[in-house]
């Protein structure tokens, strides 16, 4: 059986574990990123990478990258059951489909893959998906550190109201009352997006085509900061209400915008595949949460999930 290939032997502390590749393909994702700081390890069976993923841990930051091919393997739940049940779970999963209307995004979806590539490869396109997939574990990983931080008081919580403004607070809140609940690290990511959105979208008036514009110029902190600045803004609030029952765990988050077009964001979309963001929504609405609901067009979302 062959060995794991690495291609880049650089030091780097961002690794893409390749999984199921055409040669072809293989060749070009090389000469792609020639020169650029990443280490690829090209694998061929699901078994292998999570050998290479135990031999790991030396990276920083890591994105796998899936052939549609590889969903359909015999040893595909194995390898998700081990993503799960390790410390690797939130490593992003980014899938190389044939076409954005392969049935395998679809499929993809639903097993928590949130991430595309569509050969033939351009540079531009492929460095935004990673850098998305990478900011995306980043950041979520940051939250799981963040629910070892509440203490033994939470099941005295019964209803509470908080209210946020800026995105630090969004981390903090989401990963308390993620540690109410029963699965803390898939809870917690969905809250957080959600308050993010209410937060940048909502109360700042950031819109989906200049939050792209912004990322790609690397000016999207900048212009939150400019915008919590305005005297127009200045007290606005994200408005947050816990409800927890014996059945279910309830959060509705508000915010002070005119809403917005939710239900083309609840599920996956072709023209959002290869996008920096716009992700968020689709994730809690898909791993995050057993219900979510917009109201108020959409500028209120409520969210449950069991806690039998």
Known sequence: MPTPENILSQPSEQQLIVIGMSQTNRTDLQNLLHNRP????????LSQAIKTL????????????????ILNSHDFDEFQAYRENSSVNL???????????????????????????????????????????????????ELSQHLKNFNAAHPLLQEATFQLRTIQEAQALSSVLAYMTNDQKRIGVGLFE?????????????????????????????????????????????????????????????DEGNGFDYENYLDYSENRATHSHGRGIMIANRLSFDSLEYRDSGSTVVCRCSIT
Do not use: W
């Open 38 to 45: 990443f280490v690829l390890t090209f694998c061929e069976t």
């Open 194 to 254: 959600l308050m993010l959105n209410a937060i940048e979208h909502g109360n700042l008036g950031i819109g989906y085509e200049l939050k792209t514009q912004l990322i790609n110029k690397s000016e999207l902190q900048k212009e939150i900061q400019h915008r919590h600045d305005l005297p127009e803004n200045q007290h606005k609030k994200v408005v947050v209400r816990v409800k927890r029952t014996a059945k279910y765990f309830e959060v509705i988050i508000s």
């Open 91 to 141: 490593i992003p999963l980014i899938l190389q489909a044939n076409c954005t209307q392969s049935a395998a995004i679809q499929k993809g979806v639903e097993l928590g893959v949130f991430f595309y590539l569509i050969p033939p490869y351009d540079v531009s396109l492929f460095e935004t998906v990673i850098h998305a997939a990478l900011n995306s574990e980043e950041k979520h990983s």
């Open 54 to 69: 135990h031999q790991s841990s030396a990276f920083h930051h890591q994105a796998i990258i899936l052939d549609e091919s």
